[in-house]
């Protein structure tokens, strides 16, 4: 008889667990932050290309490229929306830091006003397949 009522309670305690998992991983889902999605650096500076993605799993990649399309440098981390368009990035390969935000154009153009070392004159982020032409709030 113990057994049989360890058979039939095993199933009940794995499904459990595997429910208590679905819920923790749904928690850190943040699909709804407006900083989800690929973004291109747009810069008067140089002319260097950099990818930035951010996803739902709270991971980003940061991919700068040469001119001749040879990557330059990969960074992948986390990062945490801290409110009020602070958000925290923490890298692999370099220190972790928080960076202040703008957002612009229906929350399509990124405007990165403190990136822990001061302002980025002339830098900003704009989503990918976002027609920046049809913003009136920034100039390019």
Avoid at 16 to 41: A, F, L, M, P, Y
Avoid at 112 to 132: F, R, T
Wanted: aromatic share 14%; charged share 20%.
């Amino acid at each position: 008889m113990k057994k049989l009522l360890t058979v039939l309670l095993l199933p009940l305690i794995f499904s459990s667990c595997e429910k208590e998992e679905e819920t923790q991983s749904n928690n850190n889902n943040n699909s709804s932050d407006v900083i989800i999605g690929d973004w291109h650096r747009y810069t008067t500076t140089n002319s260097m290309v950099w990818h930035l993605a951010f996803y739902p799993n709270n991971t980003y990649e940061d991919i700068i490229y040469f001119d001749d399309g040879s990557i330059s440098d990969y960074i992948q981390g986390t990062w945490e929306n801290l409110g009020g368009g602070v958000y925290y990035l923490g890298g692999d390969d370099w220190e972790d830091c928080t960076i202040t935000l703008n957002f612009y154009c229906d929350d399509n153009v990124i405007d990165v006003i403190d990136s822990g070392a001061g302002p980025l004159a002339e830098d900003y982020y704009i989503k990918d397949n976002y027609d920046v032409q049809s913003c009136s709030e920034i100039n390019l």
